[in-house]
């Protein structure tokens, strides 16, 4: 029938020369071929210049046209493969069209999938034409049916002119693809060097990268994540692809039903290694291997993967990861061209940290300079400039002060009130490597339990009642720095747990918060109270009580240091006269007995306060006490060894009646007893309850 020959030969060079449509033209190629050739399945391979490697440029079968990135009858391989040993090469070698039976194939290579694929399905026999236009070998033309075909001289003929035509078709639908995905990649790094250019935001950058790569790699799932030595890897970036077609980040409150993180860190090496494409086999491979691969295999429909290192030094320490809930989604050709925009990527992870360490840095430097100026205005007239005193006890303490300071080791001070322990504090951040960085200051129990929390981590905007804005805590502040934990024997049970996390994991999360904060500070704490006793009580846990008493510095009371009362007073007293601009004016020798044999239970507090009381009030040559005499009377010193000594609770005891006698019974306020203790009115009234004080009976006796 050469009418019908040539009335489809010039069928076919129409269509080839008019459409544009990949999917029309050839879809009209395989419907005018059933007319002529009875056959079940067609396929159309092209290989690459050195003939080396196989690409599925088209495939229907039974009449269900399938494209490249779509998987054929059977699956399980990618699209693209190298032709060695497989039949592929002997087609290739064929100059002719060639018939032959699949199941003799078979024999010679029997693990060939595409022909038992095709032999399951009842599929036999099999047509190759190969392509050839302009004298240049272009790909294969295949047809498969379940029965032989019985083809004339005639048939071969057309078939051979079909295929010439088919290789032309062919060739310039690969051009025009060539030309698309080179314009379509152009625009895509434009637009990637335009994103860089003008976003800093990490989130709206890589959100900008997802997208754009998606244009040319279709992906569900865009991530970059990071690992640095000796640390978890960590998600930098991650995004998943709306239904709409954005892409919106990933919710972090589902990390929780991820496989345990050590599993997981096996899995994310193994694809830091290399770039790799995993799809079919190979990804049921490493699922089988990786649990977390698993996971994302079976619980969120993972059924392609593609990895691209992106080495910033001699070992990878970041990568590009994609993922596809459609079978065979990436090729190697994707893989190569996601590996060109590495440099790009890098150099967007390198911006955005860089951006992110100068903002961290600034915030940190304002807030410490916000901290530092808060601090000067409210502490500093009450600091000694260095210590005073050079007794043997004291000596002990500037021994141990100069051992532990250089260290990062946490430390624990302990003495009664007004010995000084601040003061310790800050020569221990002073003479440390952190001087450079803040020393933040707490008392806890300065405030009320509810609030501890909110200033030792922070709250985040909307955490509770009354939280309208974000707040940083003070161990988020004290970072790089020294936090110093006042009265550390206050803090409640629940919020001690925290605070032990702290200390053992260095990280927190704010009130209300998902992220994890992780510190790097030097802890230094203090207390009056006998912490051995607040454990054996169950008013401080013993697990935190360890963790804090790694190295202890005791204060001594001012009663036992008294060679140091005279240089101390010495002090004071130059200090206060230059501050107040009053005389020099002496002091007698019977004041100076007096105020060496005074038991001072506010120690070196209440010293301080007795000479700024009598530089006021003196008027003669000579400095006057007045109501001193009264409050040694009440308060004597501590008996000399081997004479009977007061409980610790009684000490306490005499202690605050001293401090209301002085204060003619009044608790707060700036005259008040609390201020002379250095203690929270309400703290002082709970232990005024506790030990049965009645200020109003026992003041007056």
């Given at each position: ?10 069928y076919?060079?129409d ?10 033209l050839?879809?009209?190629?395989t419907?005018?071929?059933?007319l002529i ?16 490697y196989?690409r ?7 009449g ?6 779509q998987s ?5 391989k990618?699209?693209?493969?190298p ?7 002997l087609f290739v070698r064929?100059?002719?069209l060639?018939?032959y039976?699949?199941q ?5 290579y ?8 095709l032999?399951?399905?009842g ?13 240049h070998?272009?790909?294969l033309?295949s047809?498969?049916a379940?029965r ?7 048939d ?15 060739t310039n ?9 080179r314009?379509q990649?152009?625009?895509m790094?434009?637009a990637?060097?335009?994103a ?20 040319v790699v ?9 690992r640095?030595?000796s ?8 995004f ?9 980040p990933v ?12 599993a997981s860190q096996?899995?994310?090496?193994e ?6 494409v995993?799809?079919g ?17 079976e ?6 993967l593609l ?5 910033t030094?001699?070992?990878?320490t970041a990568?590009?990861?994609?993922a596809?809930?459609?079978?065979f989604?990436f090729?190697?050709?994707?893989l190569e ?5 590495v440099?790009q ?13 100068i ?9 410490e ?7 000067i205005n ?6 000694l ?5 050079g ?10 002060l100069?051992?532990v300071?250089?260290?990062d080791t ?8 007004g010995?000084?322990?601040e003061?310790?504090?800050r ?8 001087k450079e ?6 008392n806890?129990?300065?405030l009320?339990?509810?609030l501890?929390e909110?200033?030792l ?14 707040r940083?805590?003070?161990?988020e ?5 020294t936090?110093?934990?006042d009265?550390?024997g ?13 200390l053992?994991?260095?990280e927190?999360?704010r009130?209300?918060g998902?992220?994890?904060i992780?510190?790097?500070v030097?802890?230094?704490?203090a207390?009056?109270?006998v912490?051995?006793?607040?454990v054996a009580?169950?008013?401080?846990r013993?697990?935190?009580?360890y963790?804090?008493n790694?190295f202890?510095i005791?204060?001594?009371a ?5 060679d140091?009362i005279e ?6 007293l130059e ?5 107040m601009?009053k005389p020099?004016?002496g ?16 120690n070196?507090?209440e010293?301080?306060h007795v000479?700024?009381q ?6 003669g ?11 040694a009377q ?18 306490e005891r ?7 006698r002085r204060?003619?019974?009044r608790v ?5 007893a609390?201020v ?6 309400k703290?002082?009234e709970?232990?005024?309850?506790k030990?049965?004080?009645?200020r ?6």
């Amino acid at each position: 029938m050469p009418d019908q020959d040539d009335s489809l030969l010039l069928y076919l060079n129409d269509a080839i020369a008019t459409t544009r449509n990949k999917e029309d033209l050839f879809r009209s190629v395989t419907e005018k071929l059933r007319l002529i050739f009875p056959f079940d399945a067609i396929t159309i391979l092209t290989l690459d210049a050195e003939q080396q490697y196989r690409r599925v440029f088209l495939r229907d079968y039974l009449g269900e046209l399938l494209l490249p990135h779509q998987s054929g009858p059977g699956g399980g391989k990618p699209m693209r493969g190298p032709i060695e040993n497989t039949p592929i090469e002997l087609f290739v070698r064929q100059h002719g069209l060639q018939q032959y039976d699949l199941q003799e194939l078979l024999t010679s290579y029997p693990d060939y999938q595409p022909f038992c694929a095709l032999l399951d399905k009842g599929m036999r026999y099999s047509v190759v034409v190969p392509l050839r236009t302009g004298g240049h070998f272009v790909g294969l033309l295949s047809l498969v049916a379940r029965r032989q075909p019985d083809f004339s001289a005639n048939d071969i003929d057309l078939l051979e002119k079909i295929g010439s035509l088919v290789a032309v078709a062919v060739t310039n639908t690969l051009a025009f693809e060539d030309i698309a995905r080179r314009e379509q990649e152009k625009s895509m790094q434009l637009a990637l060097n335009n994103a860089l250019l003008s976003i800093k935001e990490r989130g709206e950058l890589f959100r900008t990268i997802a997208t754009e790569i998606s244009h040319v790699v279709p992906c569900d799932y865009f991530g970059v994540r990071v690992r640095k030595p000796s640390s978890p890897v960590r998600a930098l970036a991650q995004f998943n692809k709306q239904p709409d077609g954005t892409f919106a980040p990933v919710d972090e409150s589902r990390a929780d039903e991820m496989p345990p993180l050590e599993a997981s860190q096996q899995a994310v090496v193994e694809l830091f290694s290399k770039p790799g494409v995993y799809v079919g086999t190979d990804l049921e491979e490493l699922a089988n291997r990786y649990e977390l691969l698993r996971y994302i295999r079976e619980e969120r429909g993972t059924q392609s993967l593609l990895c691209a290192p992106l080495k910033t030094g001699d070992e990878p320490t970041a990568a590009l990861i994609l993922a596809s809930r459609q079978p065979f989604a990436f090729t190697e050709e994707n893989l190569e061209l996601i590996q060109t925009l590495v440099p790009q990527i890098r150099l967007a992870i390198q911006n955005v940290l860089a951006f992110e360490q100068i903002d961290a840095l600034r915030a940190q430097l304002e807030r410490e300079r916000t901290y530092l100026i808060d601090e000067i205005n409210t502490t500093a007239a009450a600091r000694l400039d260095d210590f005073v005193g050079g007794s043997a006890v004291m000596q002990q303490v500037y021994t141990r002060l100069s051992q532990v300071a250089p260290t990062d080791t946490t430390v624990l001070i302990t003495g009664e009130t007004g010995t000084g322990k601040e003061l310790v504090a800050r020569a221990l951040h002073n003479l440390s490597p952190r001087k450079e960085r803040a020393l933040i200051k707490i008392n806890c129990a300065a405030l009320p339990a509810q609030l501890i929390e909110s200033e030792l981590f922070g709250h985040e905007k909307g955490a509770f009642t009354g939280a309208h804005d974000r707040r940083i805590g003070k161990f988020e502040l004290a970072d790089g720095g020294t936090i110093f934990l006042d009265e550390v024997g206050e803090l409640p049970l629940d919020l001690q747990a925290k605070l032990l996390r702290v200390l053992q994991e260095k990280e927190f999360e704010r009130i209300g918060g998902r992220r994890v904060i992780h510190t790097d500070v030097r802890v230094i704490a203090a207390t009056n109270r006998v912490l051995e006793d607040e454990v054996a009580a169950g008013h401080f846990r013993a697990d935190l009580y360890y963790r804090l008493n790694v190295f202890l510095i005791r204060l001594p009371a001012l009663r036992e240091r008294p060679d140091d009362i005279e240089p101390l007073m010495r002090y004071f007293l130059e200090r206060f006269t230059k501050q107040m601009g009053k005389p020099v004016r002496g002091l007698r020798e019977r004041d100076l007995k007096a105020l060496r044999q005074y038991g001072w239970p506010g120690n070196v507090r209440e010293l301080e306060h007795v000479l700024e009381q009598a530089v006021i009030v003196s008027q003669g040559p000579f400095l006057e006490f007045a109501g001193f005499s009264a409050a040694a009377q009440v308060a004597p010193a501590t008996p000399e060894t081997g004479g009977p000594l007061k409980t610790l609770k009684d000490q306490e005891r005499d202690h605050i009646l001293a401090a209301l006698r002085r204060t003619s019974g009044r608790v707060s306020g700036p005259n008040g007893a609390a201020v002379l203790l250095d203690i929270n009115p309400k703290t002082l009234e709970a232990r005024m309850k506790k030990l049965g004080i009645q200020r109003t009976v026992e003041v007056v006796k």
